[in-house]
């Protein structure tokens, strides 16, 4: 009862928001492990198997490869800051009057 009532509440918000930014570290972990060879499987679409599969053709046609880093870059991005502002909004001290 006192784990429901009092200490549940409380990390709730810290856990949620730990959660949000985890994602960033996982989508990194898996294009680097496909990047590798050791992730996904080739017929299945990833962006390290997208980054390395234009890694041979980097100095004719940069963009193949160009494009996935992008993506990963602007996906990792956009999910750490939705954890930052999920973390100044559900956190009492941050908040601003």
Same mark, same amino acid.
């Given at each position: 009862?006192?784990?429901?009532? /009092?200490?549940?509440? +409380?990390?709730? +918000?810290?856990?949620?928001?730990? %959660?949000?930014?985890?994602?960033? /570290?996982?989508?990194?972990?898996?294009?680097?492990?496909?990047?590798?060879?050791?992730?996904?499987?080739?017929? /299945?679409?990833?962006?390290?198997?997208?980054?390395?599969?234009? *890694?041979?053709?980097?100095?004719? %046609?940069?963009?193949? %490869?160009?494009?996935?880093?992008?993506?990963?870059?602007?996906?990792?991005?956009?999910? +750490?800051?939705?954890?930052?502002?999920? *973390?100044?909004?559900?956190?009492?001290? *941050? *908040?601003?009057?």
């Amino acid at each position: 009862m006192i784990l429901l009532r /009092h200490i549940l509440p +409380n990390v709730f +918000n810290t856990v949620i928001v730990l %959660a949000t930014l985890e994602v960033g /570290h996982l989508i990194l972990l898996e294009a680097s492990l496909s990047f590798l060879g050791v992730g996904v499987p080739p017929p /299945h679409p990833a962006w390290g198997l997208m980054v390395a599969g234009g *890694r041979e053709f980097i100095s004719s %046609a940069y963009w193949i %490869a160009l494009f996935p880093g992008l993506a990963i870059l602007f996906a990792v991005l956009s999910i +750490n800051l939705f954890g930052d502002w999920l *973390r100044d909004t559900l956190d009492p001290r *941050r *908040r601003q009057l």
